[in-house]
Nanobody, 124 residues
């Protein structure tokens, strides 16, 4: 059974930092694309960042470029999202997801597995 478990969310002041973690289990994941998405209250879920397990490819939403960094630990089957210079508009539930598509075919709507999410709240 595939499981993606997020952790690391919380309440932080604007300008602060958080590190989200995603522990993956239940399938090899070795060729998957791993991504982070977020959903703010009253808004649709949106893409944040993605990475291949090799680390050779990364992609970010324009709204988080230069502030967020996605990374992975191959040995621990874990993916991370470092959130720096947080803004109130970053407040959302953040989800980890896995896409079995190859990087070249991975799109925001091709993800197959999802975690339950972790809440990030940024106060002004």
């Amino acid at each position: 059974q595939v499981q993606l478990v997020e952790s690391g969310g919380g309440l932080v002041q604007a300008g602060g930092s958080l590190r989200l973690s995603c522990a993956a289990s239940g399938r090899p994941f070795r060729t998957d694309v791993m991504g982070w998405f977020r959903q703010a209250p009253g808004k649709e879920r949106e893409f944040v960042a993605a990475i291949t397990w090799s680390g050779a490819n990364t992609r970010y939403a324009d709204s988080v470029k230069g502030r967020f960094t996605i990374s992975k630990d191959y040995a621990k089957n874990a993916v991370y999202l470092q959130l720096n210079s947080l803004k109130p508009e970053d407040t959302a539930v953040y989800y980890c997801a896995a896409d079995i598509s190859p990087w070249s075919k991975s799109r925001d709507n091709t993800y197959d597995y999802w975690g339950q999410g972790t809440q990030v709240t940024v106060s002004s």
